[in-house]
Every structure is written in structure tokens, then in C-alpha cells.
């Protein structure tokens, strides 16, 4: 789990009902956020898809916590200027402690593997 401070710090952690929750939203699992698009961008830094593995990571803590409320924390947070590789950091960690993304060695390393394990 990792924190990152909006409106009050709050948990991030991934788990298979946030799994199931991010996919029902994105249309995609939440591995493929690493992967890159058509034009060769990694799908995570796309605004929206950021805003959406956020949520799903954030509603472990929060269950009632709406995509709407966590657009509008985001979005704050970006007005005060704070750094947003502080928000990818957390979701990263998040990630990596887990579980469900890669091996170890992938995790020690920091990078996600391409598919979630089993």
C-alpha cells in the first residue's frame, strides 16, 4: 500500500475486486495501462486512464468513493501544482506491492511485467 495526500493521505492498494472494478470502467484490464498505444504513448500518462487506475486503487480504502470525486481530488491536486510523479510513484508502488502484476524480480526492478500472474 502507498499514500498519496489529496484532500487527506489516502491508501492506494490494488486488489482483484479493483481489478474487476478498473475493468469494467477502462474496457481493459489494468495491466495493459503499461503497454502503449497507437501512437506510441504509454497508455497509463493518457489523463483519463490515469484518473481511472487512481480510483481504483483508491477505493479500497473508500468503497462509496465515486470516479467523479476522485477526478475532482486529481484534479485539485494538479491546480495546487503539486508534482504529479508523485501520484505515479504511488500507483507504481501500489502495483509492484500487490502482487498481481509480474514476478519479483520485475517488481525489485520497477517495472511492471506485460501480463498479471496465473
Known amino acids: 500500500m502507498s499514500t498519496i495526500v489529496f484532500d487527506k493521505p489516502r491508501q492506494v492498494r490494488f486488489t482483484l475486486a ?3 472494478q478498473f475493468k469494467a ?4 484490464p489494468l495491466w495493459k495501462v503499461w503497454t502503449k498505444d497507437e501512437e506510441g504513448n504509454l497508455r ?4 483519463e486512464m490515469l484518473t481511472t487506475v487512481l480510483w481504483a ?5 473508500d468503497s462509496r468513493l465515486t470516479f467523479e470525486r476522485v477526478e475532482g481530488l486529481f484534479q485539485r491536486y494538479i491546480d495546487d501544482k503539486k508534482d504529479l510523479a508523485d501520484v505515479v510513484d504511488a500507483v507504481m508502488t501500489a502495483m509492484k506491492e500487490s502482487g498481481l502484476f509480474g514476478g519479483r524480480e520485475e517488481a525489485a526492478e520497477g517495472v511492471p511485467a506485460e501480463t498479471p500472474n496465473g
Not at 470502467?25 to 481493459?28: F, G
Not at 497509463?44 to 489523463?47: K, Q
Not at 486503487?57 to 480504502?61: A, D, F, Q, T
Open 18 to 20: 479493483a481489478l474487476r
Open 44 to 47: 497509463l500518462f493518457e489523463s
Open 25 to 28: 470502467i477502462a474496457k481493459m
Open 57 to 61: 486503487g483508491l477505493i479500497y480504502e
